[in-house]
């Protein structure tokens, strides 16, 4: 304890160390505004608060000093070398004990900095910002995010330096260690910073939280398998490598802990229970035997438990087939099946997540699905694009999490649905189609519902909501948001550009698909950005309304013009609230049958767009019109898209990830750009006049391109662009 002491003294004299501190301190307090340094645009402008700024600050913290505490740990383990010194303390003590002492000593100052870190942005954030301070998301974030990433480059560098004997491989390794985890969309390679931008406000940290543990468990039994890996390489006197190896595996102990840390890593990286592969849409091969014309979801929410138990009711017409194929979540378990009342076995596939359940030969099949667990998120989305969760204060299930098991066959023309989401009494469900009762039964609400519907994409959000009612002609708008968004709601007069959108669809496309079923709009947590429509529920991420004050002047000004970044940023909200009001018309109303690159995506950009040259005029708009033509020059430069037939040497997954590019280019870019030039050759007056038409012509049925080629008098070439 002594000699650590000492150590510990010594390396405050030194000025590197001193240097160290205050510096990391520096980079701390400037990562406090990080949010507006980043690449991401959707995180420009947010509002300041204990979780952005004090998980920005140690993010960006973390960054910046695992890399400079990895080359002061090598260059203190290296200095012995550099003076020739290592003989002569060899003589007087255990070298051996001396480093392992060193190593502490520095992960002491590790610690260190974290604390004074932190404590330095606290008083920033309390006197600088005047925004009172929420300690449980400083312990968090500075104790699990950025003091580990401290001591994982500490111990990897320590590793990787007593093994290879070398500063200069050994801080080069590191930087491979380094720039993986920056690279990597899977969470469990990101040691550095985690693999989220933000704490949600709406949300808080649980639905990220066991992920955000679960990587630094994991890292944790890797960085100790380096580091002792590291001991039983370490020269000894006088000995090279492989005689030092016989020498140090002689210590039991240090055997017995690399083990333990191997397996431990091993363990912990394949049994890791969050996430899965989810399926593309792409991947699937529907049954057109078979089809669904009924579904009956009765789902109980356990919030504080993070899971889901029910029942799923299927009908389907059958005309020849003699099994159903269902896309499942891996962390929903089944409990039991049946078909037309009889119980039934079924096969599963656990590597693509579908199970195949036999059928009776009969023309009218109900299976019936009892199910239940823990949703498994995308394993590429953690953070950034998780379809599905459940947490103790909302819920968020997309239709592409398979959170109900989706069958593998065609849609019919309706689709009955019907049935109840049972959730804490705290929480506001914002159900599909149209609420039709509501019961409180020991602290639990029962929420049902009905509709009928061309698709069975079925979502299920829940969260604190404040509900507004906007008006609109004899329309209904329902706004769920969350109350601590309200100020920002009411200064940007979110509820009036609503408003407007509505009276620009309405007017220039034709009126809303339905008077039974009202427009839903829920505020969600920034998990999964942007937006999502499915029926008539329409979910946009928390940063449309949770933005900085400094935003309000936008709005104040009467002469709405270009103010820099900021307007861009308004206008990209507002751009992406229109794109996915307009899927009520297209989507919803007119079912737009998908044949790249004509989908209903195209057409809610080219509408939104429309509404945002109408609002801001074309200087604005344009911006968009700009990024779009960007994306699809992009695309005509990729070499493995203009050279198909290479695409078979890739391995697939860099493959299945190019064809998603390709195809989101296709849909959300070059689509909108024909549609534009099909209205510069028919006059923007008529081409809408057309599009009004087609929408009115087609509301409630299926439109293919060559119907709205038709429909609209224009010719597919005429609509090419350069």
């Given at each position: 304890?002594?000699?650590?002491?000492?150590?510990?003294?010594?390396?405050?004299?030194?000025?590197?160390?001193?240097?160290?501190?205050?510096?990391?301190?520096?980079?701390?307090?400037?990562?406090?505004?990080?949010?507006?340094?980043?690449?991401?645009?959707?995180?420009?402008?947010?509002?300041?608060?204990?979780?952005?700024?004090?998980?920005?600050?140690?993010?960006?913290?973390?960054?910046?000093?695992?890399?400079?505490?990895?080359?002061?740990?090598?260059?203190?383990?290296?200095?012995?070398?550099?003076?020739?010194?290592?003989?002569?303390?060899?003589?007087?003590?255990?070298?051996?004990?001396?480093?392992?002492?060193?190593?502490?000593?520095?992960?002491?100052?590790?610690?260190?900095?974290?604390?004074?870190?932190?404590?330095?942005?606290?008083?920033?954030?309390?006197?600088?910002?005047?925004?009172?301070?929420?300690?449980?998301?400083?312990?968090?974030?500075?104790?699990?995010?950025?003091?580990?990433?401290?001591?994982?480059s500490?111990?990897i560098?320590?590793?990787?330096?007593?093994?290879?004997?070398?500063?200069?491989?050994?801080?080069?390794?590191?930087?491979?260690?380094?720039?993986?985890?920056?690279?990597?969309?899977?969470?469990?390679?990101?040691?550095?910073?985690?693999?989220?931008?933000?704490?949600?406000?709406?949300?808080?940290?649980?639905?990220?939280?066991?992920?955000?543990?679960?990587?630094?468990?994991?890292?944790?039994?890797?960085?100790i398998?380096?580091?002792?890996?590291?001991?039983?390489?370490?020269?000894?006197?006088?000995l090279?490598?492989?005689?030092?190896?016989?020498?140090?595996i002689?210590?039991?102990?240090?055997?017995?802990l690399v083990?333990?840390?191997?397996?431990?890593?091993?363990?912990?990286?394949?049994k890791?229970?969050?996430?899965?592969?989810?399926?593309?849409?792409?991947?699937?091969?529907?049954?057109?035997?078979?089809?669904?014309?009924?579904?009956?979801?009765?789902?109980?929410?356990?919030?504080?438990?993070?899971?889901?138990?029910?029942?799923?009711?299927?009908?389907f017409?059958?005309?020849?087939?003699?099994?159903?194929?269902?896309?499942?979540?891996?962390?929903?378990?089944?409990?039991?099946?049946?078909?037309?009342g009889?119980?039934?076995?079924?096969?599963?596939?656990?590597?693509?997540?579908?199970?195949?359940?036999?059928?009776?030969?009969?023309?009218?099949?109900?299976?019936?699905?009892?199910?239940?667990?823990?949703?498994?998120?995308?394993?590429?989305g953690?953070?950034?694009?998780?379809?599905?969760?459940?947490?103790?204060?909302?819920?968020?299930?997309?239709?592409?999490?398979?959170?109900?098991?989706?069958?593998?066959?065609?849609?019919?023309?309706?689709?009955?649905?019907?049935?109840?989401?049972?959730?804490?009494?705290?929480?506001?469900?914002?159900?599909?189609?149209?609420?039709?009762?509501?019961?409180?039964?020991?602290?639990?609400?029962?929420?049902?519902?009905?509709?009928?519907?061309?698709?069975?994409?079925i979502?299920?959000?829940a969260?604190?909501?404040?509900?507004?009612?906007?008006?609109?002609?004899?329309?209904?708008?329902?706004?769920?948001?969350?109350?601590?968004?309200?100020?920002?709601?009411?200064?940007m007069?979110?509820?009036?550009?609503?408003?407007?959108?509505?009276?620009?669809?309405?007017e220039?496309?034709?009126?809303?698909?339905?008077?039974?079923?009202?427009?839903?709009?829920?505020?969600?947590?920034?998990y999964?950005?942007?937006?999502?429509?499915?029926?008539?529920?329409?979910?946009?991420?928390?940063?449309?309304l949770?933005?900085?004050?400094?935003?309000?002047?936008?709005?104040?000004?009467?002469?709405i013009?270009?103010?820099?970044?900021?307007?861009?940023?308004?206008?990209?909200?507002?751009?992406?609230?229109?794109?996915?009001?307009?899927?009520?018309w297209?989507?919803?109303?007119?079912?737009?049958?998908?044949?790249?690159?004509?989908?209903?995506?195209?057409?809610?950009?080219?509408?939104?767009?429309?509404?945002?040259?109408?609002k801001?005029?074309?200087?604005?708009s344009?911006?968009?019109?700009?990024?779009?033509?960007s994306?699809?020059?992009?695309?005509?430069?990729?070499?493995?898209?203009?050279?198909?037939?290479?695409?078979?040497?890739?391995?697939?997954?860099?493959?299945?990830?190019?064809?998603?590019?390709?195809?989101?280019?296709?849909?959300?870019?070059?689509?909108?750009?024909k549609l534009?030039?099909?209205?510069?050759?028919?006059?923007?007056?008529?081409?809408?006049?057309?599009?009004?038409?087609?929408?009115?012509?087609?509301?409630?049925?299926?439109?293919?391109?060559?119907?709205?080629?038709?429909?609209?008098?224009?010719?597919?070439?005429?609509?090419?662009?350069?």
């Amino acid at each position: 304890m002594s000699l650590l002491k000492n150590e510990i003294k010594f390396m405050l004299k030194s000025k590197g160390m001193i240097l160290l501190i205050i510096v990391a301190c520096i980079i701390m307090t400037i990562g406090i505004n990080s949010l507006n340094m980043s690449n991401d645009f959707d995180l420009f402008y947010i509002k300041r608060s204990s979780s952005t700024i004090s998980f920005g600050s140690a993010k960006f913290g973390a960054s910046i000093c695992s890399l400079l505490f990895g080359l002061f740990t090598v260059l203190t383990l290296d200095k012995d070398k550099r003076k020739r010194s290592k003989a002569i303390i060899e003589s007087n003590q255990s070298y051996y004990k001396l480093m392992v002492i060193r190593i502490l000593s520095i992960v002491f100052y590790e610690l260190l900095v974290t604390l004074l870190g932190m404590i330095v942005v606290m008083a920033m954030q309390k006197f600088t910002y005047g925004i009172p301070i929420n300690i449980s998301y400083y312990l968090f974030n500075y104790f699990v995010v950025f003091f580990p990433s401290l001591l994982f480059s500490t111990l990897i560098i320590s590793g990787l330096y007593l093994l290879t004997d070398s500063l200069d491989i050994s801080f080069i390794t590191l930087g491979v260690f380094f720039a993986k985890s920056l690279t990597s969309n899977n969470y469990l390679f990101t040691w550095v910073q985690t693999n989220i931008d933000i704490i949600s406000d709406f949300a808080g940290i649980q639905p990220v939280g066991n992920t955000i543990l679960y990587n630094r468990i994991l890292w944790f039994f890797a960085c100790i398998s380096i580091f002792c890996i590291g001991l039983l390489f370490k020269r000894r006197y006088e000995l090279n490598i492989g005689n030092s190896f016989l020498v140090n595996i002689k210590n039991r102990g240090l055997v017995l802990l690399v083990i333990a840390a191997i397996l431990g890593s091993g363990f912990t990286y394949i049994k890791e229970p969050y996430t899965m592969e989810l399926v593309g849409n792409f991947d699937t091969v529907i049954d057109e035997k078979v089809c669904l014309t009924g579904l009956i979801p009765k789902i109980v929410f356990n919030n504080e438990k993070g899971e889901m138990n029910g029942e799923v009711i299927y009908n389907f017409i059958n005309k020849g087939s003699d099994l159903i194929k269902f896309n499942t979540n891996e962390g929903l378990k089944i409990d039991s099946i049946k078909a037309n009342g009889k119980e039934m076995e079924y096969t599963a596939d656990k590597y693509e997540n579908i199970i195949e359940i036999p059928i009776p030969n009969t023309e009218k099949v109900e299976i019936s699905i009892s199910y239940g667990g823990k949703i498994k998120s995308d394993k590429n989305g953690v953070g950034r694009g998780m379809p599905g969760y459940i947490s103790k204060d909302s819920i968020y299930l997309l239709e592409n999490s398979n959170w109900i098991f989706r069958p593998l066959v065609k849609d019919g023309d309706s689709i009955r649905i019907s049935g109840y989401y049972s959730a804490p009494d705290y929480l506001t469900m914002v159900v599909p189609g149209i609420l039709t009762d509501v019961e409180t039964i020991d602290g639990m609400k029962k929420w049902m519902f009905e509709y009928e519907s061309h698709t069975s994409d079925i979502g299920a959000f829940a969260g604190k909501y404040k509900k507004s009612q906007i008006a609109f002609e004899n329309m209904n708008v329902e706004f769920y948001y969350s109350p601590r968004h309200e100020e920002y709601v009411e200064n940007m007069k979110i509820e009036e550009h609503i408003k407007d959108i509505m009276k620009y669809y309405t007017e220039n496309i034709g009126q809303y698909y339905s008077d039974i079923y009202p427009l839903k709009i829920a505020e969600v947590a920034l998990y999964k950005r942007g937006g999502h429509s499915s029926e008539n529920v329409i979910t946009i991420s928390e940063n449309m309304l949770n933005r900085d004050k400094s935003m309000y002047s936008l709005i104040e000004s009467e002469n709405i013009q270009y103010m820099g970044l900021s307007m861009d940023v308004l206008m990209t909200d507002i751009s992406i609230i229109a794109h996915e009001m307009a899927h009520q018309w297209w989507g919803t109303g007119v079912d737009v049958v998908e044949d790249s690159p004509w989908s209903c995506e195209g057409l809610a950009q080219y509408s939104s767009y429309k509404y945002i040259q109408s609002k801001f005029g074309d200087m604005e708009s344009k911006v968009f019109l700009s990024r779009w033509e960007s994306r699809v020059r992009e695309l005509k430069n990729y070499y493995y898209i203009n050279n198909s037939e290479m695409l078979d040497k890739v391995n697939e997954k860099y493959r299945r990830s190019l064809e998603m590019e390709k195809l989101q280019s296709e849909l959300y870019y070059l689509m909108p750009i024909k549609l534009l030039r099909a209205e510069e050759a028919l006059g923007e007056e008529e081409f809408l006049k057309g599009l009004g038409k087609v929408y009115n012509s087609y509301l409630l049925r299926n439109l293919t391109f060559d119907e709205f080629l038709k429909e609209m008098n224009i010719s597919e070439e005429a609509m090419e662009i350069e």
